[in-house]
């Protein structure tokens, strides 16, 4: 029996992600517009048909560059369990990576808030561990309502300590 329950991932950073490279996009789209415009009125013969190629190519830049952000976005999975979290880390080809890490390894949580994340209240929640003698750091990264996924990490190392 599976009782891991997903740990909720902001959408707020991948909008904003999707937002500038819209805007990037339609910046570059208009910079190579008045480039082609500037080189027709040098040029003699009728570079409408090249034009439109560039632009079409832009274009397909731009969403491929949107699908890519949403895919690697998607891509990560964060759950908990009573004694472990689990991070899973897909592929575009459909392998999926499994990173156990048990709760009771952590040696201290501490929120990574921007301005954004604060405003929008989602955060990194970074756990520090130690595994034989050697320090990790585990970043689940754009976590929403982190104040609140600590809170019930803490409570749950709190239980296994108690054991």
């Not at 982190?146 to 990490?153: A, N, Q, R």
Request: no cysteine; aromatic share 6%; net charge positive.
């Amino acid at each position: 029996m599976n009782n891991d329950l997903p740990i909720a991932k902001s959408s707020v950073p991948l909008t904003v992600q999707m937002i500038v490279i819209a805007v990037i996009g339609s910046a570059l789209f208009l910079l190579v517009s008045r480039i082609l415009r500037a080189i027709g009125d040098f040029v003699s013969f009728d570079a409408s048909s090249l034009g439109n190629l560039v632009r079409l190519l832009v274009l397909l830049l731009v969403v491929l560059a949107i699908l890519s952000a949403y895919a690697n976005a998607k891509k990560i999975k964060y759950s908990i369990s009573t004694t472990a979290i689990t991070v899973t880390v897909g592929s575009y080809v459909g392998q999926k990576q499994k990173h156990i890490h048990s709760i009771a390894a952590f040696t201290s949580i501490v929120l990574d808030q921007s301005p954004l994340g604060a405003r929008y209240n989602y955060g990194n929640i970074v756990l520090n561990m130690d595994r034989l003698g050697s320090s990790e750091k585990i970043i689940l990264k754009n976590i929403d309502n982190p104040d609140v996924v600590i809170k019930d990490i803490r409570s749950k190392i709190t239980s296994i300590n108690k054991k």
